[in-house]
């Protein structure tokens, strides 16, 4: 199989999942490396192919036609991340990344694709299986997030909730 078969494949395995596809499942149905897959997907997303990395695995994201985003910076421990985080998917917004701006590295963002609340539980549980340090905690707990919802009112209520909550910086 040439890379760029393996490629359409990586596509199609993605587009036909309903489930994040981790590297090394990849790896093995396409008989390569786990590091072959990461440079593949590099590659396609370097070609504009939506494909997003999230704790979960890969997944191929489809833009949603009538949808609208908006970025908010937030701040508070690490202990209310499941809070904060639910109070967004709760009122019909997914969490689409984490974005802070570190003061060497510049802006860094990681894909989170959190729609639901199944989603938002398995986020967590891989957060405390792996005791991993979230971004906020390179940058005094301000981070932001690109949230995205049916409605402009929907990402109002959203801010609202979040600026109720203490964690909206204005």
Partial sequence: MTKEQRKQEIIKLLKESKIPLSGSYLAEKLNVSRQIIVQDIALLRA????IMSTARGYIYYIEKGS?????VTVQHE????ENELTAIVDLGGSIIDVIIEHPIYGEITADLMIESRRDLKEFMEIMKKNETVPLLRLTNRIHMHTIEAKTEKILDEIECNLREKGYLVE
Avoid: G, Q
């Avoid at 949808?67 to 970025?71: D, I, L, N």
């Avoid at 690490?78 to 991340?81: P, Q």
């Fill in 47 to 50: 070609e504009n192919i939506n």
């Fill in 67 to 71: 949808t609208h985003k908006r970025v």
């Fill in 78 to 81: 690490k202990e209310k991340i």
